[in-house]
């Protein structure tokens, strides 16, 4: 028999189950956010001033700490200087960025142009414009909205539904909330406000392999009734890391004139995504990897010399191994200490393989290799590995401008040599002009006489030859001779 309920009596229920759900930690989380977003969108602004912010000029300076990036282990980290430029222009779709600067041996001056099918990455140094083969608006401009407390607001405004309240906590001696934001692309992100003034003072996000990375805003003014930081710093695993004042901004400015593709740029084939692949490049020689970074596996009698230390060198030794079957990876060769070029070390110390360093590089070595019984052997200047057949020569040609110490490896009987970071090879285009570090780099390979007829390195799969590399120099020598 079916039993008619009254309508009354579903009301009630339906009652119950709201408060039951009222009472839920998540739904009180949101609900607690949404409270924090609304006092904050009103104190950097209001709600109609950022809806009405679509468009953004500003140029900045930085002073960047070389964290983990620095010619020696650990600090005192090198100073670094740069400006930077960016226009974005949220109705149109349009995002232009310019950064340029010196540091670890680079002089840098290059951008993007993100703007539909007209879309460019620029490289001022080296005169090139190549074509973005898959742009991406939030992607590209991600770094520039991480920094800028009012573009975070409009953020956290259109991304509210999907934000939720973390707790209570003190920073700087004052009770702050800390919300989620999620935004398109990128990891999740924290944000803390000021209980007091509402007002966005610190930010945090886990970006492996390298840790947390905290954002740090000061020193808000007023412009156009929106509030705008005139400072910024970033830290990374409580390290400083970037200091930024921003020197002008420019509130709905027009953008469009910046998207024009600069005239006097030779125009490259475009960049298109950096797949992971293999390449034998020579029989038992393979250089593997993608997304701009590499490593060189060479096969020897009874075991794999693999050289690079970047992300992914599990999956490089997986993909070997299916055209060498289980040979062991008995050595694991790390070029130098950078952060970027360590996390290899972990899934060495995985196979057992012996991880070959430097012993100034110790402490950062083992702290990435994650296990205290990790095998480490030191390289004094130079060492041999040979099976009788084939030869893998490590040689260390620091100090450059680079590194302190920096390992390449060199096989003579194949006339290869793989190098980290001195020799920059896009994967497009003509080779950028020399740099102090690609001079440090020429330098040595004079020096030590090694006849090489190719060169592979570590971020790219271009394969380049030391005739390149002398043009690079020599051109460089023209400029410095030429200069008033």
Sequence with gaps: ??????????????????????????????NKANEIIDAALEAHGGADNLTKLNSLVQESHFITYATGQSRRPGPPWDRNQADNFNAIDFEKGIFVSRNSGSGGGYDFDGGNIINGEDSWQLDYRAGTAAPIAEPDLNTTSGPFIRVTPALLMKQLQARRQVSHWLGEVEFQGRPHDVVTLVMEVGPGLSL???????????????????????????????????????????????????EVANKTIRVNAPVAEYAHLPTGLQKVPAIVPDDFNLQEIDEGVFLVGGTGAYGLFVEMNDHIVAIGGTQ???????????????????YGVLTHHHNDHVPGAADYAAEGAAILTFKENEA???????????KLEFIDN????SDGKRTVELYDIGPTPHAEHLLVA????EKILFEADHFPQPRTGPLPPAV???MAFAAALARLNLDVDRIVGAHSPRIGNLAELQALIDSAAVTTAGAP
Excluded: C, W
């Design 312 to 330: 992914g060198v599990a999956a490089r030794i997986a993909e070997v191994r299916k055209h060498l079957g289980d040979k062991p990876v008995r």
């Design 1 to 30: 028999m079916n039993r008619i309920i009254p309508v009354s009596a579903l009301a009630a229920i339906f009652a119950v189950a709201i408060l039951q759900a009222e009472e839920t930690l998540p739904l009180k989380s949101v």
């Design 410 to 413: 060199y096989l003579p009987k």
């Design 382 to 385: 130079r060492m041999s590995l």
């Design 192 to 242: 803390y406000f000021d209980q007091e003034t509402h007002m966005l003072t610190r930010m945090e996000r886990v970006l492996p392999p390298f840790g947390q990375v905290e954002y740090r805003f000061e020193d808000y003014t007023n412009i156009d009734g929106i509030a705008f930081n005139r400072n910024f710093r970033l830290l990374i695993n409580g390290d400083e890391n970037l």
């Design 436 to 438: 102090p570090a690609t």
């Design 364 to 374: 950062v070595v083992r702290k990435a290799a994650g296990k205290a019984e990790a």
